[in-house]
């Protein structure tokens, strides 16, 4: 799983996580090293919404659309996704079952981010 907030790196040397084209080649080449096939492969999109009183650029769809390229340059087949519009998602993956719940809001408090916060402190 991958979480970027740009689609392209503006130079080579500054390509890291934080961008769509250099996160989901990692991803991909992670899952090569540790001993999958490609062909086994399927990837799931989600996100890339836009709150256009937040932004006056859809940086949302440039996401959408690197993810999409790089999947198909190393031929990984998208099975579901659910992307675009204007509220933002909340990811739960359930790593033993693989399941996954997709929560769209109107706005991500820090809490949702971190539900064990006032724990820690």
């Known amino acids: 799983m991958n979480n970027f907030q740009l689609p392209y790196a503006p130079k080579a040397d500054s390509a890291t996580a934080r961008y769509g084209n250099a996160a989901t080649t990692a991803l991909v080449e992670i899952f090569v090293r540790g001993g ?6 399927e990837a799931q999109i989600f996100g ?12 949302g769809k440039e996401n959408i659309s690197v993810a999409r390229k790089v999947l198909k340059k190393k031929d990984i087949r998208i099975v579901s996704e659910d992307v675009s519009g204007e509220k933002g ?3 739960l993956f ?7 719940a997709i929560l769209k809001v109107e706005q991500l408090r820090k809490e949702d981010w971190y539900p064990y916060m006032s724990v820690r402190s």
Request: proline content about 4%; aromatic content about 4%; some cysteine.
């Open 89 to 91: 998602r909340k990811v």
């Open 94 to 100: 359930n790593t033993g079952s693989y399941e996954i």
């Open 48 to 59: 890339g919404a836009c709150n256009p009183q937040n932004s006056g650029k859809d940086v």
């Open 36 to 41: 999958s096939e490609v062909t086994d492969l």
